[in-house]
C-alpha cells in the first residue's frame, strides 16, 4: 500500500513538472518559432528551391534550315519542362554575347540543309553548345538534348534498324516519376529532428541555472532521472507534432508516397527523438549558458548531418576518415531507416543493425547524461 501510495505521488509530481515544462515552451515564442517555423521553411525549402533536378535551362536556337524537321524538334524542346526557350539569334556572335550575358545556358543550331540531310547516308547533323563553367550541368544539359533528339529520330522512322543494334530498357527503382523531393525528404527529416529536438533540449537545464530556479529543483524530492525526464517528455510531444506536420506537407505538397508501415516509421521516429533528447541534455549539464548551449547543438550539429549523413553529398565518395566520423552520427542511421521503409518500403528485418546501434546511442546518452547531471551547484 505504501509502494502504491509512493508511485502515485512520484506520478502525480512528475506529471506537474511537465505541465511546467509545457508553459515555459508556449510562453517563449522564440522556442515555438524554431519547433513549427524551422520544420516547415525546411521542408518546403529543400522540396522545392533545392532539387537536384536541372530545369528551367535558357536555351537558344539558330535555325539555319526553317524547314518541317527543325521545326518539329523546336517544339519538342519548348515543350519539355528542362528548357526555356530564348529569342532565336541569327549569328554566332549574338550566341557568344547571350552565354557572357548568363541568359542562356545552351545554344542549338541546324545546319541550312537538315532536313534534306536527314535521308542521306551519312545523314545530318546539330551543332550543341553548352556552358562547360560547371561540368555537372553541362553533361546533364547534354543528356537532355541528345534525349530529346534521339526520341524524335526513332519517331521518324520507327522501322529504320542497325546491324547489333542494342537498345537498353530502363526502369527507375523506387522513383520512377524521377520525383527530386525523394532524396532530400529523409534527409530534411534527420536535419529537423537533430537540430530541433537537441537546441530546445540543450538549453532546458541550463536555463533553470540561469534563472536561479535550480536550487529549487535541487532541494526538492524530486529524483534527477525524473528532472531530465519532465525536461525532455514536451519536446518528445512536440516533435512528433512536428513529425506529423512533414508527413503530411510531404505526401500532399510534394507528392511523396510512403510505401512503408507508417507504425514502423512512427516507432523508429521516437527512437531517434529519444536519441536527439539525450544529446541534447548531456549538452545541457556540461554547458554553463544558454547561448553556449544552444551553439554547440545547432552549429555543432546541423553542418555534420548535412556534410556527413548521406543525403546530400555520398558518403562512398569521401576520404576514408570522414566515413568513420559519419559513424558517431545518430543522424546517419536514422536518415537510412527513413529512406529504406518510407521509400522503398522494406520491413524491420532490413533496418534491424541501424536500430539497435540507434537504441544503443540513445541508452549511452541518457546514461552519461545523468551521469553529468549535478545535484549540487
Avoid at 545552351?106 to 545530318?124: M, N, V
Avoid at 566520423?325 to 533496418?351: C, D, E, Q, R, T
Avoid at 541501424?354 to 547524461?369: C, H, K, R
Wanted: aromatic fraction near 12%; charged fraction near 15%; hydrophobic fraction near 50%.
Amino acid at each position: 500500500m505504501k509502494n502504491s501510495f509512493q508511485f502515485s505521488k512520484y506520478t502525480f509530481q512528475l506529471l506537474a513538472f511537465i505541465r511546467k515544462e509545457f508553459y515555459h515552451v508556449f510562453r517563449d515564442r522564440r522556442t515555438l518559432l524554431i519547433l513549427f517555423g524551422l520544420p516547415i521553411v525546411q521542408i518546403v525549402l529543400f522540396g522545392f528551391a533545392l532539387s537536384s533536378e536541372v530545369k528551367n535551362i535558357g536555351i537558344a536556337v539558330m535555325d539555319n534550315a526553317q524547314d518541317v524537321p527543325s521545326e518539329q524538334i523546336i517544339n519538342k524542346i519548348q515543350s519539355s519542362s528542362y528548357f526555356q526557350l530564348k529569342k532565336q539569334v541569327i549569328n554566332y556572335k549574338d550566341i557568344e554575347n547571350r552565354f557572357k550575358q548568363g541568359e542562356i545556358k545552351c545554344a542549338l543550331i541546324f545546319p541550312s540543309h537538315f532536313g534534306s540531310d536527314l535521308y542521306k547516308p551519312e545523314g545530318s547533323k546539330i551543332q550543341l553548345i553548352v556552358d562547360a563553367s560547371d561540368p555537372n550541368t553541362a553533361t546533364i544539359v547534354t543528356n537532355y538534348l541528345n534525349n530529346i533528339i534521339g526520341n524524335y529520330q526513332q519517331e521518324l522512322n520507327p522501322a529504320a534498324k542497325m546491324n547489333y543494334q542494342i537498345i537498353p530498357q530502363v526502369r527507375q527503382l523506387y522513383n520512377e516519376e524521377q520525383n527530386g523531393s525523394l532524396n532530400f525528404i529523409p534527409g530534411v527529416i534527420s536535419l529537423i529532428f537533430m537540430i530541433v529536438s537537441t537546441a530546445l533540449t540543450s538549453v532546458a537545464v541550463v536555463r533553470e541555472k540561469e534563472l536561479g530556479t535550480m536550487e529549487i529543483l535541487l532541494v526538492s524530492p524530486f529524483k534527477p532521472i525524473m528532472v531530465l525526464i519532465a525536461k525532455a517528455v514536451p519536446y518528445l510531444v512536440l516533435s512528433l507534432i512536428d513529425f506529423i506536420i512533414i508527413l503530411v506537407l510531404s505526401v500532399f505538397l510534394l507528392d511523396v508516397e510512403i510505401k512503408g508501415s507508417l507504425l514502423l516509421i512512427f516507432a523508429e521516429s521516437i527512437l531517434f527523438i529519444i536519441t536527439c533528447l539525450s544529446l541534447g541534455l548531456l549538452i545541457s549539464n556540461v554547458t554553463a549558458s544558454q547561448q553556449t548551449a544552444m551553439l554547440i547543438s545547432m552549429m555543432g550539429m546541423m553542418l555534420p548531418t548535412l556534410l556527413l549523413t548521406g543525403f546530400m553529398f555520398p558518403l562512398e565518395n569521401m576520404p576514408k576518415i570522414f566515413q568513420w566520423i559519419s559513424n558517431i552520427l545518430p543522424s546517419k542511421y536514422y536518415y537510412a531507416i527513413i529512406k529504406a521503409v518510407m521509400l522503398k518500403g522494406l520491413g524491420f528485418s532490413y533496418i534491424w543493425k541501424e536500430t539497435l546501434i540507434l537504441a544503443g546511442m540513445a541508452a549511452g546518452l541518457l546514461f552519461v547524461a545523468l551521469k553529468n547531471f549535478k545535484i549540487r551547484l
